[in-house]
């Protein structure tokens, strides 16, 4: 079902939002072979080693996500920084 609304959603709207009200129609389905051939494939970039200070509820909140927690991080920061780069 695809539902028009009139103001953008936040985050914690569009959290709250049943499944069935969540129009999937514009993903492509991924089948058997997608999955067989799928590879991670990470920026090969140079990173710099960095002290840096955040808060204390948001880094456990990333810890507890499991290993690899700063490059998520990181993934954060570059959505953030590609958006608003231009």
Do not use: C
Request: proline share 5%.
């Amino acid at each position: 079902m695809s539902k028009q609304y009139d103001k953008e959603l936040s985050v914690k709207e569009l959290a709250a939002l049943p499944d069935e009200d969540i129009d999937f129609s514009d993903i492509p389905a991924l089948d058997e072979a997608f999955w067989k051939n799928a590879k991670v494939q990470m920026p090969d970039r140079v990173k710099t080693p960095l002290t840096v200070r955040f808060d204390s509820d948001m880094l456990e909140w990333f810890k507890s996500q499991g290993r690899g927690y700063q490059t998520r991080m990181n993934a954060v920061l570059r959505s953030f920084y590609e958006a608003h780069r231009h």
